[in-house]
């Protein structure tokens, strides 16, 4: 196994030797292979893409971004000016505004991630999208629940849009 022969050791019978780390090593390969990951991505830009609509899809399926915690917030890296984390934020809300119809999620999932959608960027326009999910929602207390925050949503925008 491994490259050895199967032969006992004379000295201790039934004792079995393993092979060495460098013995181990030699068979992987040193660079990604066509199953890995990496192989699909190209270029750098391709990689920050991807990490960036992940990063969003995680703070998505968790329900909230991590940056809502104290403890997070107090161990969070501080190199990255507010102005460019806040542009950072724009560009995966569009990258990612058109993917969310590609994730398969309940109505109540389907709900929370417009809503989310919809107070990180203040669009306004996705009000329609939540409310048909809210409208799959088989629960008549998280339905309930849920036309209330869209009624709140709503409140919102029409209390801030100035008056001609």
């Keep these: 196994m491994f490259g050895h ?4 050791n004379d000295d201790n019978p039934g004792q079995i030797t393993l092979p060495s780390t460098e013995e181990l090593d030699k068979d992987i390969p040193a660079t990604p292979t066509a199953f890995s990951p990496q192989a699909d991505i ?16 995680d703070a998505i399926v968790a329900g909230a971004s991590t940056h809502d915690t104290p403890a997070a917030a107090a161990s969070a890296p501080t190199d990255v000016p507010a102005d460019e984390l806040l542009d950072i934020k724009q560009d995966v809300l569009k990258a990612l505004t058109p993917l969310v119809d590609q994730l398969e999620q ?15 960027s203040d669009n306004h326009s996705l009000i329609k ?9 088989s629960s008549e ?24």
């Design 106 to 120: 309940s109505p109540e999932e389907k709900f929370r991630t417009t809503m989310m959608l919809i107070q990180a």
């Design 141 to 164: 207390k998280e339905r309930a629940q849920a036309l209330l925050d869209i009624v709140n949503e709503i409140n919102y925008f029409t209390q801030n849009t100035p008056s001609a």
């Design 42 to 57: 190209e270029t750098p830009d391709d990689l920050k893409a991807a990490t960036d609509v992940l990063t969003a899809a």
């Design 5 to 8: 022969d199967n032969q006992s």
């Design 129 to 137: 999208t939540a409310y048909d999910a809210a409208q799959g929602i």
